[in-house]
């Protein structure tokens, strides 16, 4: 299957900092792309869907202006937690759709990022 | 929206029985149907993808099938081995490749 490496997998940083989390289709073009959150002991949610050259599309009940969503090339993705606070801290974790010459599209998990705010 | 729901939350057997765990979902309307295991504080694991017209996939030790008109899935492991420990998680994307994730089943096999 395609490749989507998620950088870094884990992080630290202090509250009122902003963490920057990059996804990467390492051997396909990927328009589109996915951020999904999972705190603890519950399910992945998805945060927002990500465009090449325009405005990602965010859920319900996630503040764009505190995750900043970026997607300036058809490999790259990044997810920025502006002023993270400690109930920030979570399993963050992209996907990438891939839509090959034949057969069915798909999608590809990175490997997640664990975000932990102190 | 769709909605995705896991049966048992958690289990734990002996090592070398077989098991169910299973996936129901609210909106038939699913691209495919995917499970995923995922390891304490690791990332997922694709096992099996079932396209929306079929109605099973086999890996190994590992079967799934899925019934769209009643919105349910099932996953099979077959003789259980400590190294299935984890949580399973199924997942219904839409058209467009969004997933909805299920809670997740937390598995525990005994040695």
């Known amino acids: 299957g395609a490749v989507v490496s998620q950088h870094p997998s884990r992080v630290i940083c202090k509250s009122g900092t902003s963490v920057k989390i990059e996804c990467r289709s390492l051997?396909?073009?990927?328009?589109?792309m996915f951020w999904y959150r999972q705190f603890p002991k519950q399910s992945l949610m998805l945060m927002a869907t990500?465009?090449?050259?325009?405005?990602?599309?965010?859920e319900q009940g996630v503040e764009k202006d505190k995750f900043l969503i970026n997607h300036a090339s058809l490999t790259l993705s990044t997810l920025t937690v502006t002023s993270a606070h400690p109930e920030d801290s979570s399993f963050y974790i992209c996907s990438a759709e891939h839509i090959p010459d034949r057969g069915f599209t798909e999608a590809f998990f990175g490997q997640g990022t664990r975000l932990t705010v102190v | 929206k769709q909605e995705v729901t896991q049966i048992p939350a958690a289990l734990s057997v002996p090592e070398g029985e077989n098991l169910v765990l299973n996936c129901s979902f609210t909106d038939s309307a699913i691209y495919n149907l995917q499970w995923f295991r995922q390891d304490p504080g690791k990332g997922l694991t694709s096992l099996l993808l079932i396209q929306s017209s079929q109605r099973e996939q086999t890996s190994g030790r590992l079967n799934a099938s899925l019934d769209k008109s009643s919105g349910r899935s099932t996953l099979y492991i077959a003789a259980s081995q400590p190294g299935d420990s984890a949580t399973y998680l199924c997942?219904?994307?839409?058209?467009?490749?969004?997933?909805?994730f299920g809670t997740g089943t937390s598995l525990t096999v005994i040695p």
């Open positions: 051997d396909f073009q990927a328009t589109t």
């Open positions: 990500s465009n090449e050259g325009s405005k990602a599309t965010y």
């Open positions: 997942a219904a994307p839409n058209t467009g490749n969004q997933f909805y």
